[in-house]
C-alpha cells in the first residue's frame, strides 16, 4: 500500500539551493482564493468567484487552466527571491534558474518526464488569465494579467531537457514579493500526493496563522478549495485525512458539518496552549476499554492531553 506522502528524493546535502532557502514560501493572494485547478486532467473551465465586493475570474488557455502543481514554480520562485532579499541582495521581476535546482528543491523526479513537465507548466501558467477588479472609494477598476509574464527556455542539452530556464513574472505576483505578502510553509508540502491537500495546507496555514485553531463549515470549505467534489465526497476525503493525520503541522477533524483545523503540538510556537493529540482509529481500537464507545474512548484519550474544553470553546465561535 503506497504511503500518504510521497518519499523524500533528495537528502539536503544532495544540492547547495539548501544553503540559500532559510524557508519556502507561498503568497498570500493565491492562499486565500481558489487559483489554482485541483484536476490532474486538462481542466478548461473558467472559475469565477465574488467576496465582499471584489470579483474574481480565471480564464484558462488552449492548454488549460494552471494546476496546483504548476504553482510548485511560484513556490521555488517566491522561496528563491526571498531569501535572496533577506541577505539584503537585490532581486529582479525577471528570474534565471536551473530545472535540476527547481526539481530537487520540490521533492521531485530528475527524469525526461519531469523537463517535460515543466514545460508544460510553464505553458498553463503563462496562458492563465486573471480577471478582477479593485475598488478604491467611488471609483472600480478591472484589471487582468497572466501568472507569469513571460518565459523562455535558455539552453537544451543534447536529449532536449532543459538546462536554464528564465521566468519574468507577472507584476501581482512580484509584487507580493516585493512587499513580503508571503507565508513560510513546510518543506512536506512537495510530498503531498492530491491536490486537495495541498489545497486544504494552504488555508489551514492562510487561516490558522499562529491561533490555536481555525474552523469552517464544509460548505464554505468546499468553496474556498475551489473542488468540483461533491460535499459527500468531500467529507469522505476528510475523514481520510483526519484517520491518516499525515498533513503538515496540522491536524484535521469533523464535527457534524463543522471543520476544525488545529496546529499539531510539535508545530506551537512558545506560549501556545498544548492542542489534543491527534487520536486515529488504530489508537482508539488499542487503547479502547469494554464496553466504550469510539467517542467515549476519543475524549478520554484526548483529555491525557489538558485540553478537552478546545472543541467546546470554538464551538461558541461558529
Known amino acids: 500500500m503506497p504511503s500518504n506522502l510521497l518519499p523524500e528524493r533528495h537528502k539536503q546535502t544532495d544540492f547547495f539551493i539548501c544553503d540559500i532557502f532559510d524557508s519556502y514560501r507561498d503568497d498570500l493572494a493565491s492562499m486565500e482564493h481558489p487559483v489554482f485547478s485541483l484536476s490532474k486532467k486538462p481542466?478548461?473551465?473558467?472559475?469565477?468567484?465574488?467576496?465582499?465586493?471584489?470579483?474574481?475570474?480565471?480564464?484558462?488557455?488552449?492548454?488549460?487552466l494552471a494546476t496546483i502543481f504548476d504553482k510548485d514554480v511560484l513556490l521555488y520562485l517566491a522561496s528563491s527571491?526571498?531569501?535572496?532579499?533577506?541577505?539584503?541582495?537585490?532581486?529582479?521581476?525577471?528570474?534565471?534558474?536551473?530545472?535540476?535546482?527547481?526539481?530537487?528543491?520540490?521533492?521531485?523526479?530528475?527524469?525526461g518526464f519531469q523537463y517535460k513537465q515543466i514545460k508544460e507548466a510553464l505553458e498553463r501558467l503563462k496562458g492563465t488569465v486573471i480577471q478582477t477588479n479593485i475598488k478604491t472609494k467611488d471609483t472600480e477598476i478591472t484589471k487582468e494579467f497572466g501568472l507569469i509574464e513571460s518565459w523562455e527556455i535558455i539552453k537544451e542539452d543534447g536529449k532536449g531537457k532543459a538546462i536554464a530556464i528564465e521566468v519574468k513574472l507577472s507584476d501581482w505576483f512580484y509584487n507580493s514579493i516585493l512587499g513580503d505578502e508571503v507565508l513560510t510553509i513546510d518543506k512536506d508540502y512537495f510530498r503531498l500526493r492530491k491536490p486537495t491537500e495541498r489545497r486544504i495546507y494552504e488555508l489551514a496555514r492562510k487561516h490558522c496563522g499562529n491561533q490555536i485553531a481555525w474552523k469552517i463549515s464544509i460548505k464554505n470549505l468546499k468553496a474556498k478549495l475551489g473542488t468540483t467534489a461533491t460535499i459527500r465526497k468531500l467529507r469522505f476525503n476528510l475523514k481520510q485525512l483526519s484517520e491518516s493525520n499525515h498533513l503538515p503541522e496540522y491536524n484535521i477533524s469533523l464535527d457534524g458539518d463543522?471543520?476544525?483545523?488545529?496546529?499539531?503540538?510539535?508545530?506551537?510556537?512558545?506560549?501556545?496552549?498544548?492542542?489534543?493529540?491527534?487520536?486515529?482509529?488504530?489508537?482508539?481500537?488499542?487503547?479502547?476499554?469494554?464496553?466504550?464507545?469510539?467517542?467515549?474512548?476519543?475524549?478520554?484519550l484526548q483529555s491525557k492531553d489538558k485540553i478537552t474544553g478546545l472543541k467546546q470553546a470554538l464551538k461558541s465561535n461558529k
Open 81 to 111: 527571491l526571498m531569501a535572496t532579499k533577506n541577505l539584503g541582495s537585490a532581486i529582479s521581476q525577471t528570474v534565471r534558474f536551473t530545472s535540476y535546482d527547481y526539481f530537487v528543491s520540490t521533492n521531485k523526479g530528475t527524469g
Open 258 to 300: 463543522v471543520v476544525l483545523i488545529s496546529r499539531k503540538a510539535e508545530t506551537q510556537k512558545p506560549g501556545f496552549e498544548l492542542l489534543p493529540k491527534h487520536v486515529t482509529k488504530k489508537d482508539i481500537e488499542k487503547h479502547a476499554r469494554v464496553g466504550e464507545s469510539y467517542e467515549q474512548a476519543r475524549t478520554r
Open 43 to 64: 481542466d478548461f473551465r473558467m472559475l469565477e468567484y465574488s467576496h465582499n465586493g471584489n470579483s474574481i475570474k480565471i480564464k484558462p488557455s488552449y492548454t488549460g
